[in-house]
C-alpha cells in the first residue's frame, strides 16, 4: 500500500470512500492527469461489494450451482453421491477470491501513484477533510471531492446482529452452515444468500412483508424464480411480518404474524436480516458544508453528480437508488470527467439489474409493472424458453425473455429476462437501449445458434417479422 | 527468406518501450496484423502487429527487456495463404510498413507523471455543461451514447434534433444537419446565437493598459453592444463597395429656404426629408437595393415595402429609427414624421419597434461636416446612403465656372447582391433626381 508515513496535507482531487464508486473514479481521474488521494479505512480498495457483497455472495452462489446441477442430473441419467461440504474450504475459497481481486486493486493504487490514506475522512468545511487513521488524525485540503461512502444493512428495530442474527455482512462470512435459517426481507440480497445456504445444506424460510419477493420487479419473472424457490425453501411466507424475534441458547425464537393478525412462533438456529440498505452519509461532517440530503437520505446532486458544493461530486450507494456497483461504476466515469474539466453527463438510457438466484433473473429500462402503473402505452412480446434448443439441452425448461417497446416507433423501452445465465443475455438489451434500437434491429441481428441469446431474436420475431 | 520485424514508430517523442508480454512462439504461423508482442511506452501500450503473414523464426527479446524504436525484435518467414510473395531481394525491400500501431482497447491509464498537466482547479465551472438537458430512462433521447456525447461536445440539446432513423433514431448526420441549419438561421439573422457577445469573434488579447499610465474602465451600453454587434457582423461578412458622387443641389435648396419660412417648426423640411423620399422612389426603380440574402437557402428577398432607416445621433450612441413606407408618402408628410421620430429618438423614447423593419439606411452626417465617408451596410439590408457637408463650389457652366451647392453622396452597397454598374447608376439616379427633381415624377 501506499500509506505515507507523513500524511499529505493538500491534494486535487479526494476520494472518500473505497467501493466501486471511489476506486473507480480514482483511477479515471488519475488517467485523465489528476492527482488523486483516496481515503478508505481497508487495506485494499473494493468496498461493499467486493469485501462483503458482489463478489463474495457471487462466490457461493457458484456453489451452490455446482451442488443443485450435480443434484439435478440424476434426471439425465448422471447420478452423483450427496455432496459433502468442508465449509472451511469453501470460506477459504471465497476469500481467496477476493484476496485476489482486492489485492489487485491494492497494486494498482501503487502502481498508478495514487495516494491511499487508510482511514476515515470527515468535511471540516467545503475544503478540507479530517482523516482519522491510526497514526491519529491530520487535515487534507483538496480542490474537489468525489464522495462514495456507500451504504450498509438496515437493522430491525431493537435488534443487534450477533453470533445467531446475521445482516448480510455475517451472512457471508460463512461462519458455518447452520441446521435451520429464516431470511427477513425478500429482496435480492435476502434470496441470493438464501439460496446459497440452502445449496450448502440449510432449511431456509423467507418471510415477506409484502405480497410479493422482489417488491417492484416485474411479475412474469418473479413467478419463474418463485417456481423453483418454493422447490429449494421449505417456506415462502408473503404478506407476513416478523413480530417478535428472540435470540435464545438453542435458537432465535420468532413470531409471525400475517394478514389476519394470526402469530405463530417458530425457532431458527439463525436468521438473516435483510431489509434494505441505507446510504452512509451521517458522520461525514455533510453539515459542515453545503450538501444537502433528499427524503431518504442520499445525497443530492445534478446530472454530473455535483452536489450543492460544486466542487464536490457525490457517487454510487450514498447518491440514490438503483444502489449497485455498475450504476456506481457508471456515475464514477462522468465524476471523474467532469473532475477533470470534460463536458461529461450522467444519463444512462438503462440501468440492468440481476438477481444471481437460479434462475437467475434481469432486466433493464422500462418493466412491464412500471408501464402499466403509469399508463404508458407498450406493446410486449414474451417468449417462455421451453421452445428454445439450448435451454432443453441445459435440462432445463424453465425461462421467459420479454421485450417491452414503444407501439408507435416500435422503439425497445425495456427488456427482462429470468433462466439461467439471465445475467449475460441482459447485456444485450442494454446496448439495444442504449442504441434506441427497434424490433427489427433486433430481428435482424444474427444471433448464434444454438444459444440462450436466440430468445431475444425469436422474442423480436414476434414484434417483427421481415 | 526470413525479414527483420521492427518496432515501429509509436508516437510522437516516444523513443523506446518496454516489452509486456510476447505473444507468439518461434514456429508460429501468423497473419498479417496479428498481435506478436505488446510494448509498454510512456504514452500508452501498444501491440505490435506482424507486418506479413508467415512463421516466425526467431525472438530477439524477453518480456521485461526495453526496446528502442526501429529496433529487430523477430524475425519471421513470409508465406503462407496470405502472404502476397515478395517481388524484390529482400536487402532492397523497403523495412515492412508497420500499419499504426493499435492502442490496447483499454490502455493503462498513464502514470500521474507522464500525463498532461491538470487543468486548473476551476476549469470544471467555466466548461458549463447544460445540465437542463440531462434526462434519465426512457426519457433520454433515442441515440448512441457516442451521438449524445458528440451533440453535448458541439452544444447542441439533442431533444432539439429531429431523428431520421428507425423509430426517430437520432444519428451523427441528424445532429450535423441540425447544426447546419441553426448556423445558417444565425447567419441569415433569423437566430442569435446565444451566450457570448457576438461580435467577441474579432477580439485579440489585450495588453495591461496600465502599464503605460492610468485607465479608467466604463461598462459598455447596450446600445453601443448592439452597435459594435451590428457592424463587426456587418464588416466581417458582408463584401461592401462604397459608390461616391456629387448631387447639385442649388434650386432645391433655394426652394427648401423658401418653403420653411411659412412652415411650422414641426413641419420644417430638411435635406434627410427630402433624400427619404429620393431613396424610395429610386429604391422602386432599382428592387435589388431593397432586398436581403439568404446565402443559407440560396435565395434573395425582395422586400415589398420601403422602409427607411434614419441614422440618429444621440447622447447614448447612434440609433436608427425607421421611417414606414417612405414611397407612399409625400414629402411633406416624410418631414413631419421625421421631425417627431428624430426629437423622440434624441429624447430616448422611441421603441425598439420602431427601430426595426428597415429596407435601407440614410446617414446623413452633413451638418456636421466631412467631403465623404464610406458607411457600412446595417445587414441584413444591402445599402446605405451616406450623406456628406453641402457646399458651394464652383462648377462648369459651359462658358464659365459658376458656384453651385454641390452635396457629396456615399453609396455603400453589399457587392454579392449589388454589381458595380448598378450600384453608380442607382447613385446617379439619386442625384439626377435631387438636381432636377422633376425626374422624380418622370422616372419614378
Ligand atoms: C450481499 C450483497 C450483494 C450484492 N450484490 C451485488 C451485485 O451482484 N451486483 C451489484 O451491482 N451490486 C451488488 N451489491 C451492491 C453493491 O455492493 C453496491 O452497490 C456497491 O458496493 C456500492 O458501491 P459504492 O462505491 O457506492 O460504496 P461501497 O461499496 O459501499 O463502498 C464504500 C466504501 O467507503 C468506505 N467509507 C465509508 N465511509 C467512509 C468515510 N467516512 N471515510 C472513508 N471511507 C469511508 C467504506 O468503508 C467502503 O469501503 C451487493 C451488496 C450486498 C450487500
Redesign the pocket.
Known amino acids: 500500500m501506499s500509506e505515507q508515513n507523513t500524511p499529505p496535507t493538500k491534494t486535487q482531487l479526494v476520494i ?7 476506486y473507480h473514479a480514482a483511477f479515471k481521474a488519475a488517467a485523465l492527469g489528476l492527482e488523486v488521494t483516496i ?4 487495506a485494499n480498495p473494493g ?3 467486493l469485501h ?3 463478489i463474495p ?2 462466490a457461493l452462489l457458484h456453489v451452490a450451482k455446482l451442488v443443485s446441477e450435480a443434484r439435478e442430473a440424476a434426471e439425465i441419467g448422471v447420478e452423483f453421491a450427496a455432496p459433502k461440504i468442508d465449509v472451511d474450504k469453501v470460506r477459504a475459497w471465497k476469500d481467496e477470491v477476493v484476496g485476489k481481486l482486492t489485492g489487485a486493486l491494492g497494486q494498482k493504487v501503487v502502481k498508478e501513484k495514487l495516494t491511499h490514506l487508510r ?4 468535511f471540516k468545511d467545503a475544503h478540507t477533510l479530517t482523516v482519522l487513521t491510526d497514526d491519529g488524525e491530520s487535515e487534507l485540503a483538496f480542490e474537489q471531492a468525489i464522495v ?4 450498509r ?1 438496515i437493522m430491525l428495530p431493537g435488534v443487534a446482529t450477533g453470533d445467531r442474527i446475521l445482516d ?1 455482512t455475517g451472512a ?1 462470512e460463512l461462519a458455518d452452515v447452520p441446521a435451520s435459517l429464516l431470511v427477513v426481507g425478500g429482496g435480492y ?1 435476502g434470496l ?2 438464501g439460496s446459497a445456504y440452502a445449496a450448502l445444506g440449510s432449511t431456509v424460510s423467507v418471510v415477506e412483508m409484502t405480497n410479493g419477493l422482489l417488491p417492484g420487479c416485474d411479475r412474469d419473472l418473479v413467478s419463474t424464480l418463485k417456481r423453483r424457490l418454493d422447490k429449494k425453501f421449505d417456506k415462502i411466507m408473503l404478506n407476513t411480518k416478523l413480530a417478535e424475534m428472540k435470540e435464545t441458547d438453542r435458537g432465535v425464537a420468532v413470531a409471525f404474524e400475517d394478514k389476519k393478525g394470526e402469530r405463530t412462533e417458530q425457532t431458527f438456529d439463525k436468521v438473516l436480516v435483510s431489509i434494505g ?1 441505507r446510504p ?1 452519509t451521517e ?2 461532517g455533510l453539515e459542515n458544508t453545503k450538501i444537502e440530503l433528499d427524503e431518504k437520505g442520499f445525497v443530492k446532486v445534478d446530472g454530473q453528480r455535483r452536489t450543492a458544493e460544486p466542487h464536490v461530486f457525490a ?4 447518491a440514490g437508488e438503483p ?4 450504476k ?1 461504476y457508471g456515475e464514477a466515469d462522468v465524476a471523474a470527467e467532469a473532475a477533470a474539466g470534460r463536458k461529461a453527463v450522467y444519463e444512462p438510457r438503462a440501468i440492468p439489474a ?1 438477481v ?1 438466484t437460479d434462475p437467475e433473473i434481469a432486466w433493464c429500462g422500462l418493466t412491464e409493472t412500471e408501464a402499466r402503473a403509469q399508463k404508458i402505452k407498450i406493446k410486449t412480446a414474451k417468449l417462455p424458453w421451453r421452445g428454445n434448443g439450448r435451454t432443453l439441452t441445459l435440462g432445463r425448461d424453465d425461462g421467459i425473455t420479454k421485450l417491452i417497446v414503444d407501439p408507435e416507433s416500435d422503439r425497445l423501452l425495456g427488456m427482462a429476462v429470468a433462466g439461467p445465465g439471465a445475467g449475460e443475455l441482459i447485456a444485450e438489451g442494454v446496448l439495444a437501449l442504449e442504441m434506441a434500437a427497434v424490433s427489427e434491429d433486433l430481428r435482424r441481428t444474427i444471433h448464434p445458434h444454438p444459444t440462450l441469446s436466440e430468445t431475444v431474436y425469436d422474442a423480436a420475431g414476434m414484434l417483427y417479422e421481415p | 527468406m526470413a525479414q527483420d520485424i521492427l518496432v515501429p514508430e509509436v508516437s510522437d517523442g516516444v523513443t523506446e518501450g518496454t516489452v509486456i508480454s510476447v505473444v507468439v512462439a518461434v514456429g508460429d504461423t501468423v497473419e498479417v496484423d496479428q498481435t506478436l508482442l505488446e510494448l509498454e511506452t510512456d504514452k500508452a501500450v501498444v501491440a505490435l502487429p506482424a507486418p506479413f503473414a508467415g512463421v516466425i523464426t526467431e525472438i530477439k527479446v524477453a518480456e521485461g527487456d526495453t526496446v528502442p524504436i526501429g529496433a529487430v525484435v523477430m524475425l519471421g518467414e513470409p508465406g503462407g495463404a496470405a502472404a502476397p510473395a515478395p517481388a524484390a531481394p529482400a536487402e532492397t525491400l523497403p523495412a515492412p510498413a508497420a500499419p499504426e500501431p493499435t492502442p490496447r482497447p483499454e490502455p493503462l491509464p498513464p502514470s500521474p507523471a507522464a500525463a498532461p498537466p491538470p487543468p486548473p482547479a476551476d476549469a470544471p465551472f467555466d466548461q458549463a455543461v447544460d445540465l437542463g438537458a440531462v434526462r434519465g430512462g426512457d426519457q433520454v433521447a433515442p441515440a448512441a451514447p457516442s451521438i449524445r456525447r458528440l451533440a453535448r461536445d458541439l452544444g447542441v440539446d439533442i431533444h432539439q434534433v429531429q431523428g431520421t432513423g428507425p423509430g426517430g433514431r437520432i444519428g451523427e448526420d441528424d445532429v450535423r444537419a441540425f447544426v447546419r441549419a441553426a448556423l445558417g438561421q444565425i447567419r441569415s439573422g433569423a437566430a442569435s446565437p446565444g451566450g457570448e457577445f457576438a461580435g467577441l469573434h474579432a477580439q485579440r488579447p489585450l495588453p495591461d493598459f496600465t502599464k503605460w499610465g492610468g485607465v479608467t474602465v466604463e461598462p459598455l451600453s447596450k446600445v453601443r453592444q448592439i452597435t459594435a454587434d451590428a457592424m463587426s457582423y456587418a464588416w466581417s461578412t458582408v463584401p461592401m463597395v462604397t459608390q461616391h458622387d456629387k448631387a447639385d443641389i442649388t434650386d432645391l435648396e433655394t426652394f427648401r429656404r423658401n418653403f420653411n419660412l411659412k412652415a411650422p417648426d414641426t413641419a420644417k423640411l430638411t435635406m434627410t426629408a427630402i433624400l427619404i423620399k429620393v431613396c424610395a422612389a429610386a429604391l422602386r426603380a432599382f428592387p435589388q437595393f431593397n432586398t436581403s440574402l439568404d446565402l443559407a437557402r440560396k435565395e434573395l428577398i425582395f422586400k415589398n415595402y420601403i422602409h427607411v432607416g434614419v441614422a440618429v445621433d444621440t447622447p447614448g450612441g447612434l440609433l436608427v429609427p425607421v421611417v414606414r413606407d417612405a414611397d407612399t408618402k409625400g414629402i411633406e408628410q416624410l418631414a413631419v414624421e421625421l421631425n417627431e421620430l428624430a426629437a423622440k429618438t434624441r429624447e430616448r423614447r422611441v421603441s425598439p419597434a420602431d427601430m426595426e423593419g428597415g429596407t435601407f439606411t440614410i446617414s446623413n452626417l452633413g451638418g456636421i461636416g466631412g467631403t465623404a465617408f464610406d458607411p457600412i451596410v446595417y445587414a441584413p439590408q444591402v445599402a446605405i446612403l451616406g450623406v456628406s457637408r453641402s457646399a458651394l463650389q464652383p462648377v462648369w457652366g459651359g462658358t464659365d465656372f459658376v458656384p453651385r451647392n454641390v452635396m457629396p453622396l456615399s453609396l455603400t452597397y453589399d457587392h454579392r447582391v449589388i454589381d458595380g454598374a448598378i450600384g453608380a447608376r442607382f447613385l446617379r439616379w439619386i442625384c439626377a433626381a435631387l438636381e432636377e427633381p422633376i425626374n422624380l415624377a418622370m422616372k419614378g
Open positions: 472518500v470512500g473505497g467501493g466501486p464508486g471511489g481515503v478508505d479505512p481497508e468496498g461493499v461489494c462483503r457483497g458482489c455472495s457471487k482511514g476515515m475522512a470527515r462514495a461512502t456507500g451504504s444493512p448480510s457471508l440480497i441470493e444468500l440498505r452512509n458522520n461525514l457517487i454510487g450507494d450514498i444502489m449497485l456497483a455498475h456506481a440481476v444471481f
